[in-house]
């Protein structure tokens, strides 16, 4: 399967087929590669809550407000992202070239040390990037997904027993469709999407300085 297969093919699943077993052989094909995202500064932010018992599934679905398919899929993949993952510079670039990580870890505490509205976005960057990444290679492995944030992120964060420095960025169901998706509603068009140069159509006055 191409990218463009993969991304024209996933759609999100709301029937998932309950006697379908991700093994964690499964798992692990679903999710190393995506330790391989891309984040700001190799800060890795992303952490995976693989949730597969019937309790844990029916918990979380109670937290999701009853969406049926988060009890009936295979496993329930929380994306997680620690929110000072700045942190962890001296860890993540502890085999780099000694100036060249003197120089990161001083680059990266400068950038994020006293910004939390900015560690906040990196870490949501990080966990979507990542919740894509899953999604396209659930789609290639033949597995379903939908993706969700409507949840109380109170009583998801007790169910999945989430320190309050992390964030959950988003719940992806993954499984085997019991039915198709819902036909696709409309899809904004590709003009509207894609514009060239300035979004505001205007030309370019002056160089920032
Ligand atoms: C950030 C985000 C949150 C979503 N939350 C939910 C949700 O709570 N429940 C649900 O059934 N689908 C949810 N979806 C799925 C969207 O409804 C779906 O992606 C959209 O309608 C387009 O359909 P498609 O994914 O099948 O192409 C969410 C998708 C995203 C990206």
Not at 4 to 23: G, Q
Not at 81 to 101: N, S, Y
Not at 139 to 157: N, Q, S
Request: proline letters at 7%; one cysteine or more.
């Amino acid at each position: 399967m191409t990218v463009d297969e993969a991304l024209r093919t996933r759609r999100s699943v709301k029937h998932f087929d309950p006697a379908f077993v991700l093994d964690d052989a499964a798992v692990g094909e679903l999710l190393a590669p995506v330790a391989f995202t891309p984040t700001s500064f190799n800060l890795q932010h992303f952490r995976f809550v693989v949730s597969r018992t019937p309790a844990m599934k029916q918990a979380l679905a109670a937290a999701a407000y009853g969406q049926e398919q988060v009890a009936s899929c295979s496993a329930v993949v929380a994306v997680l992202a620690k929110i000072p993952a700045h942190e962890d510079a001296g860890r993540v670039w502890h085999d780099a070239p000694e100036p060249l990580r003197d120089s990161m870890t001083r680059t990266i505490a400068a950038f994020y040390g006293a910004a939390p509205s900015l560690q906040r976005d990196e870490a949501i960057r990080s966990g979507s990037l990542a919740a894509m990444a899953i999604m396209l290679r659930a789609t290639e492995l033949g597995l379903d997904t939908c993706p969700l944030i409507g949840f109380d992120d109170d009583a998801a964060r007790e169910v999945l027993g989430v320190p309050v420095d992390h964030m959950i960025v988003l719940l992806i169901c993954v499984g085997r469709a019991l039915r198709p998706a819902h036909p696709r509603v409309g899809r904004l068009n590709l003009d509207e999407l894609i514009v060239t140069e300035r979004y505001d159509g205007q030309p370019l006055v002056s160089s920032p300085k």
